[in-house]
């Protein structure tokens, strides 16, 4: 007997792959596009992804290869994202929907909708891979061996039930080697541009949809340094991110970045490029797929956004869920609201989400 799996496809080139390879393996498979709003083709900016052109690109292809097609209307699940996405910026954060659309989203209520189609796994085109750790009695997450591709780092928040119906065919391979047997194949998205960009904000810049959306709750306020003297004005804590340069409209004599936010007194604050670096920080709401008391004690590598190389640090556990992150050299412009992923060499340890910094300058 077969056994039937969901496969999650974009319209792209890797989950249509991933589909073709789970096929060619045995599977009875099944190809699944979510919608998360229709959107008028007048308008100009289509989204970034899942708008319709996507799914009619989904559709093809599984016809092409010869699997049942559905489109899963999750429009109503997705506003989850999207005020979080919101509530985010308002308290002077900068988040990662992606992070959060994997665990809610595609492997929630997708993959229940997976089960609903009698199947017992899913499957996407994420560049990672998947052991069973049978001491630990536990799925470990791992780096794709494409380096350049992984995308293990947006699969941290996963849970351990959701591992167990998980695939990533894409695992083992590179990109390059994705496309060529797309082309190969036949598939007429094998050269198809990649989304690079969140997939609800149509411009290029997030900053019209935040102001659609938050209206009064975006507030102009000061510009100050860390001695808390007035330096200029804002425009609203949701338009700045840590690390920022452009766009502060100060003239002092030395390029000034935003170094920190103080979300109650509506202040941006700003200091020059060496306090752009930092080495200690708080992360909250940790997800644990190693247990903790299994981990290595040393050589951890911790990522603290998505195309940061890693860099070694040590852990220090705050009560159940907290983690203090000590890197052993400074990162610059460690950013809260993003999620920090710990790594031994290409195993996911685990995850959480950066609450604060400790900065030289405050102690």
């Given at each position: ?52 052109s ?29 005020q ?6 308002i ?41 069973y ?10 780096k ?5 591709k ?7 928040s996963?849970?351990q ?73 804002h425009?609203g ?11 502060l ?23 020059g ?5 930092q ?32 860099s070694?640090?040590?852990l ?19 950013t ?20 604060e ?7």
């Amino acid at each position: 007997m077969k056994h039937r799996v969901v496969v999650a496809m974009s319209g792209g080139v890797d989950s249509s792959l991933a589909a073709w390879l789970l096929k060619e393996r045995g599977y009875e498979v099944i190809g699944a596009t979510m919608c998360i709003g229709i959107f008028d083709k007048g308008q100009e900016g289509p989204p970034r992804c899942c708008g319709l052109s996507d799914i009619e690109d989904a559709r093809r292809v599984a016809l092409q290869i010869g699997i049942p097609f559905h489109v899963f209307h999750l429009r109503e699940e997705f506003e989850e994202i999207i005020q979080y996405f919101c509530e985010e910026y308002i308290q002077g954060r900068t988040p990662n929907p992606c992070i959060l659309c994997n665990e809610k989203v595609k492997f929630g209520y997708f993959l229940q909708k997976a089960f609903e189609l009698g199947s017992e796994w899913m499957a996407t085109g994420h560049y990672s891979r998947l052991d069973y750790d049978g001491d630990l009695k536990r799925y470990l997450l791992r780096k794709g061996v494409d380096r350049k591709k992984d995308q293990s780092y947006v699969l941290f928040s996963l849970t351990q039930v959701q591992f167990q119906h998980a695939l990533f065919p894409l695992g083992e391979f590179l990109k390059e080697e994705v496309r060529r047997r797309a082309f190969q194949l036949g598939l007429r998205i094998h050269d198809k541009p990649e989304s690079q960009e969140i997939c609800f904000i149509r411009d290029h810049s997030y900053h019209p949809f935040l102001s659609e959306k938050l209206k009064d709750a975006i507030e102009p306020g000061p510009i100050v340094d860390k001695d808390g003297n007035i330096l200029g004005r804002h425009q609203g804590l949701p338009f700045y991110t840590i690390g920022q340069r452009r766009g502060l409209r100060l003239a002092k004599g030395k390029p000034l970045y935003v170094i920190g936010m103080n979300r109650e007194r509506n202040e941006i604050i700003v200091g020059g490029e060496e306090e752009v670096y930092q080495d200690t920080f708080l992360v909250e709401s940790v997800n644990w797929i190693v247990p903790y008391e299994r981990n290595p004690s040393h050589k951890v590598q911790v990522k603290i956004r998505y195309n940061h190389p890693g860099s070694e640090a040590s852990l220090s556990p705050e009560g159940e869920d907290k983690v203090m992150v000590r890197f052993h050299s400074p990162q610059k412009a460690i950013t809260p609201g993003q999620a920090a992923v710990f790594y031994h060499g290409d195993i996911v340890l685990g995850g959480g989400w950066i609450k604060e910094t400790l900065p030289k300058w405050k102690q």
